[in-house]
């Protein structure tokens, strides 16, 4: 069965809302990594920003991905914003959202061999593993820009397709967006 018009902009609706609740979990990630207040969590707070950020841009649960709606994104902000947006998508797909090779590092130590962390020798091989990790509060800043902007591109096209949809009013109550799909549900 075909959608109308109007399932379709409902479609589009829940993509760009969630597309911007997305943003503003990236937003809100980069902001308490700017803050410096993070008490050993930079690590998780920027696989936060990172995964927030790059989750409308692959394919989810019956949302969709957000290119439907802006296939060249990004056209516009300044002029390294493409460069932002594909170094927050390399880094989600080759370090933080799946294991990779590519950014791993893994040392044997044999039996009875000084551990180059400054632990004794064992009786019993032992290993030492590193990930890539991107520490650079400057860094950071230049890649929170790309969510910032997206936000606010998301905003301003939420609320003008809310127009579109259901016009001026006059409304006395609020009303969920369909999705289309039954709640959560466990497997």
């Known amino acids: 069965m075909e959608m109308s018009v109007r ?3 409902q479609k589009k609706l829940l993509r760009l809302i969630s597309a911007f609740s ?5 937003v809100s990630a980069s902001d308490l990594l700017l803050s410096g207040d993070y008490n050993g969590l930079y690590h998780h707070l920027f696989l936060s920003m990172v995964i927030a ?3 409308p841009f692959f394919e989810s649960n019956g949302v969709g991905r957000v290119q439907c709606d802006y296939p060249n994104y990004p056209d516009f902000g300044d002029s390294e914003m493409r460069d932002r947006h594909s170094r927050l998508l390399d880094i989600r797909n080759k ?3 799946h294991s990779s090779a590519e950014g791993t590092r893994i040392l044997i130590v044999p039996p009875g061999v000084p551990n180059p962390l400054g632990r004794a020798p064992q ?3 032992e290993f030492n593993i590193g990930k890539r990790k991107f520490c650079d509060i ?3 800043r230049w890649l929170r820009v790309a969510p910032v902007e997206f936000r606010q591109h998301l905003h301003s096209d939420i609320h003008q397709l809310l127009e579109q949809i259901y016009g001026p009013g006059p409304f006395t109550e609020v009303f969920d967006l369909s999705t289309g799909h039954e709640d959560f549900q466990w497997s």
């Open 53 to 55: 950020y790059g989750r």
């Open 138 to 140: 400057e860094f950071v």
């Open 22 to 26: 997305d943003m503003a979990n990236s």
């Open 123 to 125: 009786t019993i091989f």
């Open 95 to 97: 370090f933080l959202a």
């Open 7 to 9: 399932e379709k902009q």
